[in-house]
Antibody, heavy 117, light 107 residues
Framework: QVQLVQSGSELKKPGASVKVSCEAS????????MHWVRQAPGQGLEWMGW????????TYAQGFTGRYVFSLDTSVRTAYLHISSLKAEDTAVYYC??????????WGQGTLVTVSS | EIVMTQSPATLSVSPGERATLSCRAS??????LAWYQQKPGQAPRLLIY???TRATGIPARFSGSGSGTEFTLTISSLQSEDFAVYYC?????????FGQGTKVEIK
């Protein structure tokens, strides 16, 4: 069955970096686009952008440029979200989600990133 | 950017009753709308796509309708497991945008 398995929770200090992974199984990895979604504590869902799993080309939503990088390693069917220069307001759960026809059919379980000194 | 507005913010419903959730788009999105359910501590789950097509494994008590700018998610007879937050999302244009969510709580 289709699964997206994300890396575990992270506790980071302000200014540090974090890399969240999302390993896909059960489908052809390069057929589905991969999106990233942020959910701050007690808040709604915020689309961060997506990466074309065929070409590796990323697209970032407004507000997620500069410190955020989407990348892939197709050999291990994994997408990555790298956030640098972490701030307290980056504290959130980050989800990966795959998309074949536009809607987000499959979701990872989420990775909690906590930024605190 | 297309703004998605959901109403109400909170809906109090008794088990067995019908729940009707609304979602409005700031411009026409045809039928390019999805609904997701999210329970506490869990990832969102796709319920409806194409405004009215149930995703695999979704019970028939969930139905979606609408096109253009006005959409509705109806839960015909609420079960205990349906109390959750529901989000709509437009997939017609970039950036993809979500509504702010409707919390369905037990009355």
């Amino acid at each position: 069955q289709v699964q997206l398995v994300q890396s575990g929770s992270e506790l980071k200090k302000p200014g540090a970096s974090v890399k969240v992974s999302c390993e896909a199984s059960g489908y052809s990895f390069t057929m589905y686009a991969m999106h990233w979604v942020r959910q701050a504590p007690g808040q709604g869902l915020e689309w961060m952008g997506w990466i074309n799993t065929n070409t590796g080309n990323p697209t970032y939503a407004q507000g997620f440029t500069g410190r955020y990088v989407f990348s892939l390693d197709t050999s291990v069917r994994t997408a990555y979200l790298h956030i640098s220069s972490l701030k307290a307001e980056d504290t959130a759960v980050y989800y990966c989600a795959s998309d074949l026809y536009g809607h987000f059919e499959y979701w990872g379980q989420g990775t909690l990133v906590t930024v605190s000194s | 950017e297309i703004v998605m507005t959901q109403s109400p913010a909170t809906l109090s419903v008794s088990p067995g009753e019908r729940a009707t959730l609304s979602c409005r788009a700031s411009q026409s999105i045809n039928s390019d709308l999805a609904w997701y359910q999210q329970k506490p501590g869990q990832a969102p789950r796709l319920l409806i796509y194409g405004a009215s097509t149930r995703a695999t494994g979704i019970p028939a008590r969930f139905s979606g309708s609408g096109s253009g700018t006005e959409f509705t998610l109806t839960i015909s007879s609420l079960q205990s497991e349906d109390f959750a937050v529901y989000y709509c999302q437009q997939v017609n244009n970039w950036p993809r945008t979500f509504g702010q969510g409707t919390k369905v709580e037990i009355k």
